[in-house]
């Protein structure tokens, strides 16, 4: 089983950045596709980002094109969400995942080790 820690939550004015790291420990052979989920209370778990295996390729949500950058150091075994421009309708809990495949997912289903989240509250 996979472990996954994600940190770097906080609260930021609009317009402010922050980055979220993933650590992941555990069963590590074999790097797999990550993703990088929001939810805002009373709202879905959405995919906001995801990257596969090497970090040759990525996807993003409409809603954090050109403001999100997903990344991925796997000497570190850390995924990253770096995030500018912030704005409140962000504001949500953020959840790193390992999905089962190494190729590039969207479907959330495909995402099976999560960490605990990390809180992020954008101020007007």
């Known amino acids: 089983q996979v472990q996954l820690e994600e940190s770097g939550g906080g609260l930021v004015q609009a317009g402010g950045s922050l980055r979220l790291p993933c650590a992941r420990s555990g069963r590590t052979a074999g790097s797999k596709a990550m993703g990088w989920f929001r939810q805002a209370p009373g709202k879905d778990r959405d995919l906001v980002a995801g990257?596969?295996?090497?970090?040759?390729?990525?996807y993003y949500a409409d809603s954090v094109k050109g403001r999100f950058t997903i990344s991925r150091d796997n000497a570190k075994n850390t995924a990253y969400l770096q995030m500018n421009n912030l704005k409140p309708e962000d504001t949500a809990g953020y959840y790193c995942a390992a999905a089962l495949t190494y190729g590039l997912t969207s479907v959330p289903r495909e995402y099976t080790d999560w960490g605990q989240g990390t809180q992020v509250t954008v101020s007007s």
């Open positions: 990257i596969n295996w090497s970090g040759s390729s990525t």
